[in-house]
């Protein structure tokens, strides 16, 4: 079965730390570029950051630059997000994405998603 799973969500005070992992199962994750979106309530989803196959090209969005980081292993089939410095306004549900941004054959995977609450 093909599948994308998030975890490491949870409650954390404001300037705390979480670490989110999205593991792939039943496809080589190595073969597609892996994005993180989050959605607040009330407002549409927006991406993160993302990181390509290999994992030497990283970007993010300006809201998140010099607090979260993107990595992946390919070899353990599981990508990261390391989000330090949280703040309230980081609280969303988090998606992983995973594309291999292929022709003609294009493939992306999505999680069910891992909550984030960012509160004293």
């Known amino acids: 079965q093909l599948q994308l799973v998030e975890s490491g969500g949870g409650l954390v005070q404001p300037g705390g730390s979480l670490r989110l992992s999205c593991a792939a199962a039943?496809?080589?994750?190595?073969?597609?570029?892996i994005a993180w979106f989050r959605q607040a309530p009330g407002k549409e989803r927006e991406g993160v950051s993302c990181?390509?196959?290999?994992?030497?090209?990283?970007d993010y969005a300006d809201s998140v630059k010099g607090r979260f980081t993107i990595s992946r292993d390919n070899a353990k089939s599981t990508g990261y997000l390391q989000m330090n410095s949280l703040k309230p306004e980081d609280t969303a549900v988090y998606y992983c994405?995973?594309?291999?941004?292929?022709?003609?054959?294009?493939?992306?995977?999505w999680g069910p998603g891992t909550q984030v609450t960012v509160s004293s």
């Open positions: 994405n995973a594309d291999n941004w292929g022709w003609p054959q294009r493939y992306d995977y």
């Open positions: 990181i390509s196959k290999s994992g030497e090209s990283t």
């Open positions: 039943g496809f080589t994750l190595g073969d597609f570029a």
